[in-house]
C-alpha cells in the first residue's frame, strides 16, 4: 500500500523560499507514475502545483510556474517542492499526492495527510 | 482559479439522496476529458471517491455515483448518512493555459 508523507518548516518568512519534502513508503518511486503537490488555502479550495516524474520531467502549474521547483530523489525515495519569494496567499495545507492515469486524464490517489505552512514575518 | 464550478453547499436529510454538479467548459470536461471526485472530511485529507466519471475505488459504498454530460458532471449520494458531511470536489484535465489539473470550487455537504 502506497503511503506518502509531507515534512517541512511550518513556518516561512515573506520573500523567502518554501521548501518541502514527501516520503513515499510501500512503492519505489524509480519504478514509475508521476508524483504532485496540491495546496489548500485555510477555508478554500484545491490547486494543483506540478508533477514530477521519476525520470525527472515536470509540469507545473502557470499560475505558480515562475515560482516553482519539484525535483526528485530517488535514492531516498522522496520528491520535494520549493517555492520562491512567498507571500501571505502562499499560506495553505500542502499535499503531496500520486496522479494516476486514466484514458481521459489522471485523478490523484493516494494523498498524504498534509502539512500546514504559514508565511508570516 | 478554479474553472469548474460547484455550488457552495447542498443539504438532506437522513436516507434522502443530493446531487453535486461540477460545471466546467469546453477545454476540460466539454473537451472529453474524465472528471473525479474527492471526499475530504473536516480535518483530513481528500479521499479519492470517484474515477474516470462513474467508477468506484475499493471500499467507496454503492451509495455514491458519479455521472457526466457535456459540459457538466454529477456527483449523487443515495441514503445520505450523517458520515457523508464533508467537503466534495470535482477534478478534471484542462487544456487551456489555466494549467493541466484543474478542481472544482467545492461543495460542503450537511446532513440535516
Known amino acids: 500500500q502506497v503511503q506518502l508523507q509531507e515534512s517541512g518548516p511550518g513556518l516561512v518568512k515573506p520573500s523567502e523560499t518554501l521548501s518541502l519534502t514527501c516520503a513515499v513508503s510501500?512503492?519505489?518511486?524509480?519504478?514509475?507514475?508521476?508524483w504532485g503537490w496540491i495546496r489548500q488555502p485555510p477555508g478554500k479550495g484545491l490547486e494543483w502545483i506540478g508533477s514530477i516524474y521519476h525520470s525527472g520531467s515536470t509540469y507545473y502549474n502557470p499560475s505558480l510556474k515562475s515560482r516553482v521547483t519539484i525535483s526528485v530523489d530517488t535514492s531516498k525515495n522522496q520528491f520535494s517542492l520549493k517555492l520562491s519569494s512567498v507571500t501571505a496567499a502562499d499560506t495553505a495545507v500542502y499535499y503531496c499526492a500520486r496522479p494516476v492515469a486514466g484514458t481521459r486524464g489522471n485523478w490523484f490517489d493516494p494523498w498524504g495527510q498534509g502539512t500546514l505552512v504559514t508565511v508570516s514575518s | 482559479q478554479s474553472v469548474l464550478t460547484q455550488p457552495p453547499s447542498v443539504s438532506g436529510a437522513p436516507g434522502q439522496r443530493v446531487t453535486i454538479s461540477c460545471t466546467g467548459s469546453s477545454s476540460n470536461i466539454g473537451a472529453g476529458y474524465d472528471v473525479h471526485w474527492y471526499q475530504q472530511l473536516p480535518g483530513t485529507a481528500p479521499k479519492l471517491l470517484i474515477y474516470g466519471n462513474s467508477n468506484r475505488p475499493s471500499g467507496v459504498p454503492d451509495r455514491f455515483s458519479g455521472s457526466k454530460s457535456g459540459t457538466s458532471a454529477s456527483l449523487a449520494i443515495t441514503g445520505l448518512q450523517a458520515e457523508d458531511e464533508a467537503d466534495y470536489y470535482c477534478q478534471s484535465y484542462d487544456s487551456s493555459l489555466s494549467g493541466y489539473y484543474v478542481f472544482g470550487t467545492g461543495t460542503k455537504v450537511t446532513v440535516l
Open positions: 510501500g512503492y519505489s518511486i524509480s519504478s514509475g507514475y508521476y
